[in-house]
């Protein structure tokens, strides 16, 4: 059984996981990119986070409707999210977001 399908950094996701847990004390993972982005853009839920590269199908959609609905979205380093590598959505508050990011350094560190 593969517990991270198609992916060969399961220790960052772990990292990730944990350090996400630890600060806001919940964790959802829903499996379809497009219907997680959507519920961000909905105000359903305050972020998402990926370490993952996903694909542009998986994503584009959602991350357009996060902007339409005046959400943002970056890479988990900060920099605008270009379509490539790993992704943070927030509903747009500058609070949720930066705490997100935050967090996401573990990646980094």
């Excluded at 996400?20 to 993972?29: A, H, K, P, S, T």
């Excluded at 199908?57 to 890479?75: E, N, Q």
């Amino acid at each position: 059984m593969t517990a991270w399908p198609g992916t060969s950094r399961p220790e960052t996701y772990t990292r990730l996981t944990n350090a996400l847990v630890q600060e806001f004390g919940d964790l959802r993972r829903f499996g379809c990119a497009q219907a997680t982005l959507s519920f961000v853009a909905s105000g359903a839920l305050d972020a998402v986070v990926t370490n993952t590269d996903p694909n542009p199908w998986d994503t584009l959609a959602g991350v357009c409707l996060i902007r339409r609905a005046g959400g943002r979205v970056s890479k988990i380093d900060g920099q605008h999210w270009d379509g490539e590598g790993g992704l943070l959505a927030s509903n747009g508050e500058s609070e949720i977001h930066g705490a997100a990011l935050d967090v996401a350094g573990v990646l980094r560190d």
